[in-house]
């Protein structure tokens, strides 16, 4: 099973903070991403509610995938976005939904608004955005139950919106060539006639998150 610290007890940020290391958005961001993947697929029932086991972050109870190969997905998918937050080079995180035609029919969308570089001395423990993280898991649960369920032999993908070169760069990084990212028409992969369903906008301080779904309203 692959996981990442985000879903220890005591958790990443907390965890940097006492031992005096350097936080950044981007760290904290991406923690916060791997809990938010997790649940969403969870929610939306797209894979087994077998393959997930509780856990408890942001002081609430969390979904976490316990398949390997889903694992291993959604950490690369969390590496390559981090490498890309660190130089500035990321406009919005996307999961999206396809049916068996491979139609894009919902989609999660992640718009970084505001992106500062480190933890704010005035809140070393991140009280606020640990707040807003848990606010966030709450509402998620209540917005999935407004949802139309997904169609049998659904399908996800990880989406992140950049500027122009970063895919020239991603494919000529030998980091990534055994996890190649493909360049994609926004067209192939808008949601048509879609309804949109805010979740929260999360201002931490430290970074800024606006959070809606767009969901299909074609039968």
């Not at 969403?40 to 408890?56: D, G």
């Not at 139950?145 to 169609?151: H, Q, Y």
């Not at 360049?183 to 970074?207: C, F, H, R, W, Y």
């Amino acid at each position: 099973m692959l996981s990442s610290p985000g879903f220890l007890m005591y958790g990443l940020t907390v965890l940097m903070s006492v031992l005096g290391l350097s936080v950044t958005a981007s760290d904290i961001l991406i923690e916060f991403l791997e809990v938010a993947v997790h649940n969403i697929l969870y929610v939306r029932n797209i894979y087994p509610a077998s393959i997930f086991v509780r856990r408890k972050k942001y002081g609430v109870p969390v979904q976490m995938s316990t398949h390997p190969y889903l694992n291993e997905y959604i950490t690369e998918c969390l590496k390559t976005i981090r490498d890309l937050l660190q130089k500035n080079e990321v406009r919005k995180v996307t999961l999206t939904f396809f049916d068996e035609t491979q139609r894009a029919i919902e989609r999660f969308v992640f718009d970084i608004l505001d992106l500062n570089k480190t933890l704010n001395q005035d809140d070393p423990y991140f009280i606020k955005g640990e707040e807003a993280f848990r606010g966030f898991c709450v509402k998620l649960a209540v917005t999935a139950s407004c949802l139309r369920p997904l169609p049998n032999k659904s399908t996800f993908r990880v989406q992140i919106h950049t500027i122009e070169t970063v895919s020239v760069s991603l494919a000529e990084d030998p980091r990534y060539q055994d996890f190649p990212w493909i360049e994609s028409d926004e067209q192939e992969n808008e949601v048509m006639n879609a309804n949109i369903v805010p979740i929260k906008t999360l201002d931490t301080g430290l970074l800024k998150l606006q959070i809606y779904v767009e969901q299909t309203d074609e039968k």
